[in-house]
């Protein structure tokens, strides 16, 4: 399994990047994908989650109304749109494989990070 994080750069408060996670030597859609992202002397955060068709979908309380997640299987890519960006999403962002439980959590394959900062 191998995930592959891109699309991050530096944005100004208020706007949007969408992250791309691509996927290589396995279909895409038999896993549930997340986004998870880590900031500077903070713990690894649980974003988001996509499951497998019929895809359901999963947000932390601090992204809800503001990122979406979405998959495309025939690209074998997840996506992860984010608007309104705030300076406390700056972070190096990374797809893995996950699961939810009341919480966004990873079940093991990690791709490498992406970094977001946002900043006037």
């Known amino acids: 399994v191998q995930l592959q994080a891109s699309g991050g750069g530096l944005v100004q408060p208020g706007g949007s990047l969408r992250l791309s996670c691509a996927a290589s030597?396995?279909?895409?859609?038999?896993?549930?994908i997340g986004w998870f992202r880590q900031a500077p002397g903070k713990e690894r955060e649980g974003v988001s989650c996509?499951?497998?068709?019929?895809?359901?979908?999963y947000y932390a309380d601090s992204v809800k109304g503001r990122f979406t997640i979405s998959r495309d299987n025939r690209k074998n890519t997840v996506f992860l749109q984010m608007h309104s960006l705030e300076p406390e999403d700056t972070a190096v962002y990374y797809c893995?494989?996950?699961?939810?439980?009341?919480?966004?959590?990873?079940?093991?394959?990690w791709g490498k990070g992406t970094q977001v900062t946002v900043s006037s």
């Open positions: 030597r396995f279909a895409l859609d038999y896993y549930a």
């Open positions: 893995a494989t996950c699961g939810y439980n009341d919480k966004i959590y990873s079940t093991g394959y």
């Open positions: 996509i499951t497998g068709s019929p895809a359901s979908t």
